[in-house]
């Protein structure tokens, strides 16, 4: 059995340990001797089979191409960054001017330059601020702009929601100590009901997106600028982080039009239709913003250097992949899909091409739907291009579709035009490392 010591000075795991550690690295060599000690391997491939089963990168994290259609797909991590934003982390990753001013050599404003592209961004707002993410935002504001005496928030029912894994809005706000006046009823909210709501133990009136879902029928909610006129604060969590109004989604509202209605104050995520990193933003009255900012809730909810870097360059760079992805012509979709076909078919593949429907995701636009293009797979490949060998070893990245009428669909709409190459790259070394009707994993 050859020893530790001489399988870890082999130039192919010396180069892992600088790349992965040592601990990684001698676990592999640990168990690649375990299996030659069981007689499943020669004592002369313990090497070989060390090297083999070193994974990709020190961090568990799977690199994966979303082909589900979903352009903001919260499993797979939300939206996925600009290169411009991944170039900004990276220069980020190290000692950076983050509260430094390299021309004096004195402290300086946190994060300016990304709270200077937020303020461009969102011309209505009179000051803005940064947190870690849009639940963040909103216990910063029910915490902040409380004050003795006026501790409720009046929300109207039907914009108590919950979204993804039994997070309640409700329960947030609650567990922040503030009281929740609600009104109205599911489906109708009036002005009048806020009316007779607000009063001196008012610290805010609270409006919510719905979001993830619709009520249709007879139903009733009160505007921003209605709202406004109540005499107290109005904080709107548009949720999905859509700055100003997009032609493809009329019925979603934007930071910067619910400011110029009267809204005080905006709350919106950055890692959904903005595109960018996870982050809570803050967008509104100067007298708001400075309240929440002071607040020491507020330095426990900060964002990082990363997260700067990547919200900056997302706002100030070019186009980021979500907002490429939702403007994508159908009819070039459906050419980018039959490009990818072409070589799956000369490799024996049963690859068809097929029309979709793509959805915006993240809780932003429900029941929208966005015409899209797939490409259509036998079913029994969903596995091993989820985790089949080429994806273990790093060979390839996992590639996730969605299941429809026995088939795989992998819907291009939320596929960059960049990825096309790795995607059909990644069918094809599927296919060849996998045996028909077998799925690997699941």
Same mark, same amino acid.
């Given at each position: 059995? /050859? ?7 082999? /130039? ?60 903001v797909h919260t499993n797979l991590g939300r939206a996925p960054l600009s290169a411009a934003a991944v170039d900004a982390v990276a220069a980020a990753a190290g000692n950076c001017d983050l509260e430094f001013d390299l021309a004096? *050599? ?10 200077? @592209? ?16 849009? @639940? ?5 504001a029910a915490t902040a702009l409380r004050r003795p005496g006026a501790d409720e928030i009046v929300v109207s029912r039907g914009e108590l929601i919950e979204i993804g894994d039994r997070f309640r809005l409700p329960d947030l ?25 607000? +009063? ?63 809204? +005080? ?51 100030? *760079?070019?186009?980021? /992949? ?8 159908? @009819? ?10 072409? /070589? ?61 009428? *026995? ?36």
């Amino acid at each position: 059995m /050859p020893r530790t010591d001489v399988l870890l000075a082999d /130039p192919r795991l010396a180069a892992a340990e600088r790349r992965l550690g040592r601990a990684l690295v001698k676990a592999a060599v640990g168990r690649a001797q375990q299996r030659a000690r069981d007689g499943q391997i020669p004592p002369e491939h313990v090497a070989d089979a060390a090297v083999a089963e070193l994974p990709a990168r020190a961090a568990t994290l799977t690199p994966v191409i979303n082909a589900t259609g979903v352009l903001v797909h919260t499993n797979l991590g939300r939206a996925p960054l600009s290169a411009a934003a991944v170039d900004a982390v990276a220069a980020a990753a190290g000692n950076c001017d983050l509260e430094f001013d390299l021309a004096s *050599g004195a402290r300086a404003r946190r994060g300016a330059g990304a709270l200077d @592209a937020l303020a461009r961004a969102v011309p209505a707002a009179e000051s803005v601020a940064v947190v870690n993410n849009n @639940a963040a935002a909103l216990v910063l504001a029910a915490t902040a702009l409380r004050r003795p005496g006026a501790d409720e928030i009046v929300v109207s029912r039907g914009e108590l929601i919950e979204i993804g894994d039994r997070f309640r809005l409700p329960d947030l706000l609650t567990a922040t100590g503030a009281r929740l006046c609600e009104v109205g009823t599911t489906n109708r909210t009036v002005l009048a009901d806020y009316a007779e709501a607000t +009063g001196p133990r008012t610290a805010f009136v609270l409006k919510v997106h719905p979001s993830n879902f619709r009520i249709e029928g007879f139903t009733s909610s009160v505007a921003v600028g209605d709202l406004a006129g109540l005499g107290v604060p109005v904080v709107f969590d548009i949720g999905s982080g859509l700055l100003t109004p997009h032609p493809l989604l009329p019925g979603e509202p934007s930071a910067d039009a619910a400011l110029a209605d009267g809204a +005080g104050l905006v709350t919106a995520s950055g890692d959904k239709l903005l595109g960018g990193p996870q982050a809570g933003l803050l967008l509104g009255r100067a007298d708001l913003v400075r309240r929440l900012v002071r607040h020491p809730l507020a330095r426990a909810l900060r964002v990082d250097k990363l997260t700067l870097a990547a919200l900056e360059a997302t706002l100030a *760079g070019p186009v980021p /992949p979500v907002a490429d992805a939702l403007a994508a012509d159908p @009819a070039s979709l459906f050419s980018r899909a039959e490009r990818a076909v072409m /070589p799956l078919a000369e490799a024996g593949i049963d690859a068809r091409v097929t029309a979709a429907t793509a959805a915006a995701g993240g809780g932003g636009a429900p029941g929208v739907p966005l015409p899209s293009a797939a490409v259509s797979l036998p079913e029994p490949l969903a596995g091993p291009l989820r985790c089949g060998p080429a994806v273990a070893s790093g060979a390839h990245p996992a590639v996730v579709g969605h299941l429809e009428g *026995g088939r795989l669909l992998l819907d291009l709409r939320s596929v960059s035009p960049e990825d096309d190459g790795r995607l059909v790259a990644a069918v094809l070394a599927a296919a060849r490392g996998s045996s028909p009707g077998v799925v690997p994993c699941r």
